[in-house]
């Protein structure tokens, strides 16, 4: 344990994750780095498969036995001010249950597999609230009415008694959101938060998730697979491909000046508000399975200016192009390797 006046909150260096199943070895992390400085939003975007769940299942240990993290570093600082390594700590260890919802909580992917059908709003709000505030009954009562209110819920001491399935999705998903905020954490994970809502609704999800970062100063991560949704959410993206980050920077430079192949290739995803209306550009090509990872570059296969044996064969090293914003690409290679900063 050490104590650092470093202002990322989450540092993580070179995590390489690989799930050991029984038709093989899946590679799903193969060397990611990503901070989430103090107070500050980071979105975490890529395709499907990509290892955004996966990042964040092992940042908080909660990876599937058959996961095993075969290298890296996830430092955390923790309220006090010291800084642990939380891969040196067993998933079900009682440090790890104190920094899982105490200090980092988490909205999940799939809101109705993570709420619970057969108890009620309150208790599983409160649920929260016991663990990691020793409150009573009374007070954990009035704590849930004020949590609900917060998140927008209209007739919060009625509808807190009811169960997850009497509400609609975007009000479940303000549930989510009222656990997830229940024990006062420092880090706010939102792994596709408004993937299965409809659009209106999830504007109005992401602005809430926006207004409790800046309210309560929380550090977010924010993943998605829609670099439209980041634009006003965060401040530094970074873009992952086949469990590595690609490329990272400010939010407006991703948009402006992508440099990776795969970046702009996204970008081009994104259907466009303005001018003809036709069919979404998309990436050639699909994501190769996790079992068999192309040497070289792994985004190679499908690169639309690959350059040659390099890419096959080498693996592209993280180049700065200009402040904050760095690339892993060998179209870059003759920039000057300029110091690392986060
Ligand atoms: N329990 C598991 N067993 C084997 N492989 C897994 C398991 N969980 C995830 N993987 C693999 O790890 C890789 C990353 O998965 P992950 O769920 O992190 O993707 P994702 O970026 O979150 O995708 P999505 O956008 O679909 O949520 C995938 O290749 C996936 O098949
Ligand atoms: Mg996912």
Redesign the pocket.
Known sequence: MTENGSKNIIDVKDLQ?S?F?DSGV?R??NGVNFAIPQGKAIGVV??????????S?AVLQLL?K??KITQGTIQFQKRDGTVVDLTQYKPGSNEMRRIRGGEISMIF?EPMSSLSPVHTVYDQIAENLFLHKGINEKQARERTVELLQLVGIPKAAERMDEYTFQFSGGMRQRVMIAMALAPEPRVLIA??PTTALDVTIQAQVLQLIKRMQEEFNLSLML?T?DLGVVAHMVDQVYV?YR?RVVEDAPVMEVFYEPRHPYTRGLLNSIPKLRGPRGKVASIPGT?P??YNLPSGCLFHPRCSQYIGEVCRQNVPQTRAVSANHRVSCFLYDETPDVQKEV
Not at 46 to 55: L, Q, Y
């Open positions: 994750v799930f199943t899946v799903a992390l890529g395709e499907s498969g990509c290892g955004k769940t996966v990042t299942y599937a058959t996961a992917q792994d596709e993943i697979h992952m469990g994501v399975d996790s």
